[in-house]
């Protein structure tokens, strides 16, 4: 007989408390190896039906793609009632806790949900702080926001999934020990974001799309960029690491830039022709300490459309903090060749004839 949990009139025999941005795959989970149960044995023992797989999007699974648990109104109060945690509480902490398309009250909806791809990117939070939020090692995937990925104490920026050829990549977190530069971009990330809100994202959401298209199209002489891959990947292939770590490689220019956009409006980029020069080129290249970026080959030729940037106000009184959905987009697995890594191929050893 499969095992049951207790009535819904008891509480939970532990109390599990959601991460901040955790999902709600992650979350069901935790609370169903809590009380040595499978997810499936822990829904049924909640009386919640089976979830279905979306078939519409069915073609959409593959090894890596990231799936989400999608509760519906009955669901959620079942788990709610459970647990004891308050379903506001538990909506503040999931940012997907109610995106399930309910139907009904929840006295109206037969308890279930879907399982179907996740529509934001989520990663693995900093395994030493899980460790001490949870008691256990095992990773947790959250929906962090742009300004979560790093963590100052333990020096760690969490990557998103990565594949190589179709293989996952072995690497869910950069270490920044030894690139200082990144931390202190994060303390004046999180002041821009404190005093700008929304205004700081668009900024810096425009100003890393153009970093990464130097990164990319950087010339031989910037030093800078792969120096700083080598000391994140210890020594290890800097070059997959440059791809693998793009956006902490290029994040202190990314800021910087950032910075600049949303202090001075009148940086806004106007259209001019291919490989013209234009006032801007010689001020990036001067705060960014690039000689390079002065040549107007080095920038798109449509940066009218990367730098669009015109601030509204500074947020007055309380802080500006991000809930639930971060920037970004769809939360797909990234190939490390399309972000122009190129493994080394294989040395072949060359048996050589002996003469007669």
Known sequence: ??????????????????LAFETNASFV??????????TTEFLNGLRIYRP????AREHDYGPHTPTELYLNVG????????TGIPETHLAHALPCWKEHRDRGSASETRPGGAIRPSDLPAVIGCPHCTVARTGQARPIL????????????????????????????????????????IVLAHNAHLRLTRRWGPDADDAIAQAARLTEHWRRHAPKTE?????????????????????LAREAITYPETITLARLLIRQ???RYHRTQPDQPHPLHEVVARLLNRRWLQNPVHYPQDLSHYIRYAPRHPIDG???????????????????????????????????????
């Open 1 to 18: 007989m499969p095992r049951t949990l207790p009535d819904l009139t008891h509480k939970a025999l532990r109390r599990i408390r959601p």
């Open 29 to 38: 989970e935790r609370l169903a190896r809590a009380h040595h149960l499978t």
């Open 52 to 55: 279905k797989i979306s078939p």
């Open 75 to 82: 669901a959620r109060a079942c788990i709610s009632q459970y």
């Open 142 to 181: 959250r929906y962090l926001p742009h300004h979560r990925l790093v963590c100052t104490r333990h020096r760690t920026w969490a990557l998103g999934p990565h594949t190589l050829h179709g293989v996952p990549v072995p690497h869910a977190h950069a270490l920044l020990h030894q690139t200082p530069e």
């Open 223 to 243: 030093q800078i960029w792969p120096a700083r891959a080598r000391l994140i990947g210890n020594g290890e292939d800097a070059s997959m690491w440059e791809a």
């Open 265 to 267: 409006p009148s940086t």
């Open 318 to 356: 309380t802080a500006y903090r991000h809930h639930t959905k971060p920037i970004g987009h769809k939360a797909d697995t990234i190939e490390l060749t399309q972000l122009g890594y190129q493994p080394p191929r294989p040395r072949v050893k060359r048996h050589g004839t002996r003469g007669r």
